[in-house]
């Protein structure tokens, strides 16, 4: 499951939200919030909020 993520992840260009990346992934938002969190650390991708309160993920530069 984890490996869908980050395949997913690493084939976007812009950010995605939290369900964005479940509904194209076909996991849901909890399933995919444990995998987000390791990518946080592991890859460098951030997970920033925006003015809606919902989250995305964005690889650091």
């Known amino acids: 499951m984890?490996?869908?993520v980050i395949?997913?992840?690493k084939e976007q260009e812009v950010?995605?939200?939290r369900e964005?990346?479940?509904?194209a992934t076909g996991m849901?938002?909890?399933e995919i919030m444990p995998t987000v969190d390791e990518?946080?650390?592991a890859?460098?991708?951030e997970l920033v909020g925006t003015e809606s309160?919902?989250?995305v993920v964005r690889q650091k530069h």
Do not use: G, Q, V
């Open 2 to 4: 984890k490996e869908k």
């Open 7 to 9: 395949t997913y992840l």
């Open 15 to 17: 950010p995605k939200s």
């Open 20 to 23: 964005e990346i479940a509904k």
């Open 28 to 30: 849901s938002d909890e």
């Open 39 to 41: 990518l946080l650390k």
């Open 43 to 45: 890859y460098k991708i």
């Open 53 to 55: 309160e919902k989250y």
